[in-house]
C-alpha cells in the first residue's frame, strides 16, 4: 500500500496504536504522518499531502468539524475517517459525515476496525486521490 496516511489525535497512544496497527496492515513507516492538534494537522496535510486522515473528533485549539472543513476545502475528494469516543447519535457526528466524512471508528482502535474501513475505501468508486 503506497498511499499516505496522517493520524490526528492528541491522545499519543492513540496516535501510536493506529501507527501500529497500519503498520501490522503493511503501510510503510513512511507513508504515515502523525499530528496531535488540528493546526498541526493542517500543517501536516499541506507539507505532507495524504490521500487519507484518521481525525479525532475532540482536538485542542480547532476541534475535528473545523479540521475537517478546511481539509475539505483544500482537496473536496479526501477520505477522512473519523476516530471517536463520541457516542454514535452525538450530532456531531451525522454533521461531519453530511460533509464528506467516508466513515466513523469508536475508540479504541483495533486492527480489524482499520481493516474493515480499509475495505470499503478499496470498494468505494472513488478510491483514494492525493492532491499533487
Do not use: W, Y
Request: neutral net charge.
Amino acid at each position: 500500500m503506497s498511499d499516505r496516511i496522517l493520524i490526528v489525535d492528541d491522545s499519543p497512544t492513540v496516535r501510536l496504536t493506529t501507527k501500529n496497527c497500519l503498520l501490522r496492515m503493511g503501510v510503510e513507516e513512511d507513508a504515515i504522518q502523525l499530528a496531535s492538534s488540528g493546526r498541526e494537522a493542517l500543517d501536516a496535510f499541506a507539507a505532507f499531502k495524504p490521500d487519507l486522515v484518521f481525525l479525532d473528533l475532540i482536538l485542542p485549539g480547532m476541534n475535528g468539524k473545523r479540521v475537517a472543513a478546511e481539509l475539505f476545502k483544500r482537496n473536496p475528494t479526501l477520505k477522512v475517517v473519523l476516530v471517536t469516543s463520541t457516542k454514535p447519535d452525538d450530532p456531531r457526528i451525522s454533521e461531519l459525515l453530511s460533509m464528506g466524512v467516508f466513515d466513523v471508528i469508536e475508540k479504541p482502535i483495533h486492527l480489524e476496525k482499520l481493516e474493515k474501513v480499509f475495505g470499503q475505501i478499496a470498494r468505494d468508486d472513488r478510491g483514494l486521490h492525493r492532491v499533487q
